[in-house]
Protein backbone atom coordinates (compact mmCIF):
# COMPACT_ATOMS: atom_id res chain seq x y z
CA UNK A 1 0.00 0.00 0.00
CA UNK A 2 1.72 3.33 -0.83
CA UNK A 3 2.27 6.13 1.44
CA UNK A 4 -1.33 7.75 -0.14
CA UNK A 5 -3.47 4.89 -0.20
CA UNK A 6 -2.69 5.77 3.10
CA UNK A 7 -3.51 8.82 3.59
CA UNK A 8 -6.97 8.03 1.27
CA UNK A 9 -8.00 5.54 3.90
CA UNK A 10 -6.74 7.59 6.97
CA UNK A 11 -4.27 5.69 8.23
CA UNK A 12 -1.75 8.30 8.17
CA UNK A 13 -2.56 11.61 9.12
CA UNK A 14 -2.77 14.52 6.14
CA UNK A 15 -4.16 18.14 6.36
CA UNK A 16 -7.07 17.17 3.61
CA UNK A 17 -8.68 20.02 1.48
CA UNK A 18 -11.40 18.12 -0.54
CA UNK A 19 -12.26 14.89 -1.40
CA UNK A 20 -14.13 12.94 -3.93
CA UNK A 21 -15.32 9.89 -4.83
CA UNK A 22 -12.11 8.66 -6.74
CA UNK A 23 -9.53 11.22 -5.37
CA UNK A 24 -8.38 13.34 -2.30
CA UNK A 25 -6.50 16.77 -2.54
CA UNK A 26 -3.89 17.27 0.64
CA UNK A 27 -1.39 19.74 1.51
CA UNK A 28 2.09 18.53 0.57
CA UNK A 29 4.21 17.98 3.71
CA UNK A 30 7.04 19.70 2.05
CA UNK A 31 5.76 22.44 0.29
CA UNK A 32 7.91 24.17 -2.60
CA UNK A 33 5.24 27.76 -3.05
CA UNK A 34 3.25 29.15 -0.41
CA UNK A 35 0.62 27.15 -1.48
CA UNK A 36 1.08 23.42 -2.59
CA UNK A 37 -1.42 20.45 -2.22
CA UNK A 38 -1.81 16.64 -3.81
CA UNK A 39 -4.58 15.43 -5.80
CA UNK A 40 -4.36 11.99 -5.58
CA UNK A 41 -6.74 9.20 -7.07
CA UNK A 42 -7.52 6.88 -4.78
CA UNK A 43 -7.02 3.93 -6.73
CA UNK A 44 -3.45 3.59 -7.03
CA UNK A 45 -2.01 4.19 -10.67
CA UNK A 46 1.86 3.69 -10.43
CA UNK A 47 2.57 6.43 -12.71
CA UNK A 48 1.30 8.80 -15.50
CA UNK A 49 3.03 6.53 -18.27
CA UNK A 50 1.04 3.68 -17.04
CA UNK A 51 -2.78 5.09 -17.57
CA UNK A 52 -4.85 3.65 -19.61
CA UNK A 53 -7.96 4.40 -22.14
CA UNK A 54 -10.08 3.39 -19.33
CA UNK A 55 -8.82 6.11 -16.86
CA UNK A 56 -9.99 8.81 -19.18
CA UNK A 57 -12.88 9.88 -16.47
CA UNK A 58 -10.19 9.81 -13.57
CA UNK A 59 -8.18 11.71 -15.04
CA UNK A 60 -10.89 14.52 -15.79
CA UNK A 61 -12.01 14.16 -12.20
CA UNK A 62 -8.15 14.80 -10.91
CA UNK A 63 -8.25 18.19 -13.05
CA UNK A 64 -11.70 19.66 -11.89
CA UNK A 65 -10.32 18.40 -8.54
CA UNK A 66 -6.76 20.52 -9.25
CA UNK A 67 -8.89 23.28 -10.29
CA UNK A 68 -11.50 23.82 -7.43
CA UNK A 69 -9.55 23.23 -5.09
CA UNK A 70 -7.03 25.87 -6.01
CA UNK A 71 -9.93 28.65 -6.44
CA UNK A 72 -10.73 27.53 -2.73
CA UNK A 73 -7.47 28.16 -2.06
CA UNK A 74 -7.13 31.50 -3.67
CA UNK A 75 -5.10 30.69 -6.40
CA UNK A 76 -7.95 31.39 -9.22
CA UNK A 77 -6.84 35.16 -10.04
CA UNK A 78 -3.10 34.96 -10.32
CA UNK A 79 -2.24 31.58 -11.34
CA UNK A 80 -0.78 28.58 -10.51
CA UNK A 81 0.62 25.22 -11.98
CA UNK A 82 0.15 21.70 -12.31
CA UNK A 83 2.96 19.43 -12.55
CA UNK A 84 3.01 15.59 -12.76
CA UNK A 85 6.23 13.66 -12.50
CA UNK A 86 7.29 11.14 -14.04
CA UNK A 87 9.67 7.72 -12.94
CA UNK A 88 12.83 8.59 -11.21
CA UNK A 89 14.31 11.22 -13.88
CA UNK A 90 10.82 13.24 -14.19
CA UNK A 91 11.58 13.70 -10.25
CA UNK A 92 8.85 10.84 -9.32
CA UNK A 93 9.11 10.32 -5.63
CA UNK A 94 6.18 8.39 -4.84
CA UNK A 95 5.11 5.60 -7.42
CA UNK A 96 1.36 6.78 -6.99
CA UNK A 97 -0.02 9.29 -10.02
CA UNK A 98 -0.61 12.76 -8.27
CA UNK A 99 -0.54 15.88 -9.78
CA UNK A 100 1.53 18.53 -7.56
CA UNK A 101 -0.80 21.96 -7.63
CA UNK A 102 1.24 25.14 -6.74
CA UNK A 103 1.07 29.06 -6.72
CA UNK A 104 1.19 31.76 -3.97
CA UNK A 105 3.85 33.15 -6.10
CA UNK A 106 5.35 34.08 -9.58
CA UNK A 107 6.89 30.41 -11.41
CA UNK A 108 9.52 30.63 -13.61
CA UNK A 109 9.58 28.64 -17.30
CA UNK A 110 11.51 26.81 -17.53
CA UNK A 111 11.91 25.61 -13.73
CA UNK A 112 14.75 24.41 -12.05
Known amino acids: ?11 IPADILAEGTDWIAFRDIAPQ ?7 VPKRCIPRVGEIGAHDTQLLGNLLVAAASTARQEGLAVDGYRIVINNG ?24 G
Open 1 to 11: MTLFEKIAARE
Open 33 to 39: APVHFLV
Open 88 to 111: PNGGETVPHLHLHVLGGRPMNWPP
